[in-house]
């Protein structure tokens, strides 16, 4: 007659048989695998338990151990196996562990079959003091080798599953506690069994294994213990490149994924459960969650400017009840930058379309009319000298010789104009003495200033040396200085001067002439403006050459700007590098 014991560790064994058989269709599953052969050795051992208290002679209780240990020597290896992969951790099953692990296996099973030198056994005998029929069995050696060992493993397991479980939250959490819970039972009914404290000495361990089964198929069908996707989407989560942060209805955290680090580094796994306010108030935005909220933020992140996309989206469970808010932030960064590239190459061909405007507008107007002048001019002058009215005659010629200098001061504008825009002029800084550069620009325009009667006045301090490009600071001051002779009314002064102060120098060109609305002042140095404005002689003027001053002047660090007063003249500022020797004076 089969004893209760038997019946119950028969069902105990088709329990986790049927466990082993079911857990195949998860085989993709991490760590689904190794559950299977757990089950499965665990069936071995409860058919064998089962077999061995119904067995009455000492060779059919040693044939049915033998059945047993095929199970329970393999059990810790696939113990630690099943735990790595399931926790995320298979990148600790490494062959240096491994091999060693199964080696103590196979020598387990090898060592129980022929208990080679007594090292498992040093005796057995049956015992028919209890009221089942059990064998005693001295302990060998490598008995308690084997002890030690399935210990190590399931202790290294209970850790394992204990560390997913204090790091995740949700369903992840439950599923990580039936595990460690499905360990842990029977490694204590293991530890009962060891010291002597089961009844009858009988091995509690298979009977324990009853509860794990019942607690792995209630996670199984209810928290779907070896679905791929739950754990699959985990890992996703925590792979994803947009940053996530999770919380409850109350704005508690519940989970984040590394790249939300990049935005909060401030969180951490103790804060979970906690609310996230303090953490969320570096964002004003996120003061108040609304589903469906999307915006662009800027964050500096170790010095360097970061732009997101943040989107807030609410979880809602049955019945439109909210469960839930998660914050995404997708780095935009490349995106930004490319749009601001875009931004300026649109504003470059801008200019470049107003330069070419302004060219054509320069070319058909005051060109045209120079010529057209010219032409006239000359025509009336000949006419004049066939008449013999000398007076006449030098008087045109002056207009005529004015017209030229003005026109020929206008191309060299456009030509340098054109030249910086289409392959860029070199530039070449030097030391240069400031005061040499304005007496060659005076003694170039003297015969301009000289018919308006102006007079030129130079504050350069002579021993002043600047850092610049020669060429470029002469078309500088050569426009600056023109515009101030155009501009002047006859008999005025033109003054120059200049000033020193960390490490720039100003200069600074005043006349006494006509002056500049604020209007006008606006668009001065504006290519897309057309400023054209005739001066006290009827000058003509284009206001190319304050965009080419300006583009200068650019070039060598500095700025230019103006100051004017309708009726009481102008003056314009430039700034250019002193020389290291004045700097270090």
Partial sequence: MAHPYSILLLSISLLTLSLAVYALRYARSPGASAYSIVMACLSLYSFGYAFELQASELPQILFWLKIEYIGISFLPPFFIIMAAQYTGMSHLLKAWLLVPVFMISFSTLFLEFTNYDHLFYSHYSLNNTVSLILADFGKGPWYWVHQIFTNLMLLSSSILYFLMFR??????????????????????????????????????????????????????????????????????????????????????????????????????????????????????????????????????????????????????????????????????????????????????????????????????????????????????????????????????????????????????????????????????????????????EFKNLKTLAEQKELVFQSGIEKSLQIHGDREMLKTVLRNLISNAIKYSHPGGMILLKNSVGQGMVTVEVCDEGIGMTSEEKNKLFKIENYLSKKGTAAENGTGLGLKLCKEFIRKHGGDIWVTSETGKGSTFYFTVPASVRQQLQ
């Fill in 167 to 440: 790091r995740t939250v949700g369903y992840t959490r439950k599923r990580a506690l039936i595990m460690l819970l499905a360990l842990v039972i029977p490694w204590f009914f293991y530890m009962v069994y060891l010291i002597g404290g089961s009844p009858n000495k009988i091995d509690l361990s298979p009977f324990s294994f009853s509860i794990a089964g019942i607690l792995t198929a209630i996670g199984i069908f209810r928290y779907h213990l070896l679905e791929y996707v739950p754990m699959a989407l985990e890992n996703v989560f925590s792979s994803m490149t947009v940053g996530i942060v999770i919380t409850d209805e109350e704005k508690c955290l519940v989970s984040f994924n590394p790249p939300a680090l990049e935005i909060f580094p401030d969180l951490s796994s103790g804060m979970k459960g906690k609310p996230v306010d303090p953490i969320f108030s570096a964002l004003p935005c996120l003061a108040e969650l609304t589903d469906g909220y999307q915006t662009d933020i800027e964050i500096s992140h170790h010095g360097a400017v970061r732009y997101y996309h943040l989107q807030v989206v609410a979880v809602r469970a049955k019945h439109n009840r909210l469960t839930g808010w998660v914050v995404i932030f997708n780095n935009i960064t490349d995106r930004k930058l490319k749009e601001t590239e875009l931004i300026m190459v649109e504003k470059k061909l801008k200019d470049l379309n107003a330069s070419k405007d302004k060219f054509f507008a320069i070319i058909a107007h005051d060109l045209r009319n120079a010529f057209h002048l010219i032409i006239n001019m000359s025509d009336m002058v000949s006419d004049n000298i066939l008449k013999d009215d000398k007076e006449a005659a030098l008087r045109k010629s002056r207009i005529i010789y004015d017209t030229a200098v003005t026109t020929y001061s206008l191309l060299q504008n456009l030509l340098d104009w054109a030249l910086m825009q289409l392959k860029g002029v070199p530039f070449k800084p030097m030391d240069l003495f400031l005061a040499d550069l304005v007496d060659t």
